[in-house]
């Protein structure tokens, strides 16, 4: 890993204009490069990512290049893409109603199969061709975007699930029985190619998980998001104080 970098901001508000901020200047990193020239991007599911779309909506919209920018889903679960739980529904709602990001440019997970291990396979194929890598080489995300549970879980990764032990594919279906749902989700193998993973995490309802993996000392089984540690690249923690209390005391302890 190229280095761990967390930032801790007073509320969430303050951490999505933050995080949108260093969004904003990796897609201008990205774009501007020579040999990339575009910027490759997973946007994460749940619930904190909203104050992030709303973020660059409000100071970027104007200022990404959206027609450089290949926009995807590091999990999603497996519905609809306009049922209330779709990763989907609430991005094209709160981002991608609101940006000029040409149509082509989404890449949407096909929650509504239900041939699960088939549109596991179909969308690594679509991830393989938009960034033109072939079989056997791993395609480099400039970015993904995860959150955590409060269990500790990432993307659809969630602990004693069998996505955690994939040892070869970039995406894959899984059973998640805590929430009785197939999920469709990035391995680590693909996370960890990533240039930057930017992790979004705020409320109290995250501390201890967050203290966990922060010390390392848990296991992926545990606390799925310890085994985000890309190969040759950083991770951004994004983190309220609330969130940081318990890792922060930790830190402060004798
Ligand atoms: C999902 C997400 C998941 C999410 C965490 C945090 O599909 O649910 O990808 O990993 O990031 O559960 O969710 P909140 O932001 O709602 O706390």
Redesign the pocket.
Known sequence: MRGRHIETADNLDTLAQRAARRFYETAERAIADPERGRFLVAL??????RALHQALVAHYRDLIPWDAVQVFW??E?CVPPDHPDS?YRMARETLLEHVPLPAANIHRMPGERTDYDAAAADYEAEVRAVFGTPAGTTPRFDLVL????PDG????LFPGTAALHEASKLIAANWVPKVSMERLTFTYALINNARQVMFLAAGEEKAEALRDILSGQTSVDERPAVGVRPVAGEVIWMVDRAAMRLAEQDAGAP
Request: charged share 10%; glycine share 22%.
């Open positions: 994460s599911g749940g619930s904190t990512p590091s999990d679960r990763n995860l959150g955590i549970g879980h990432t993307a659809s």
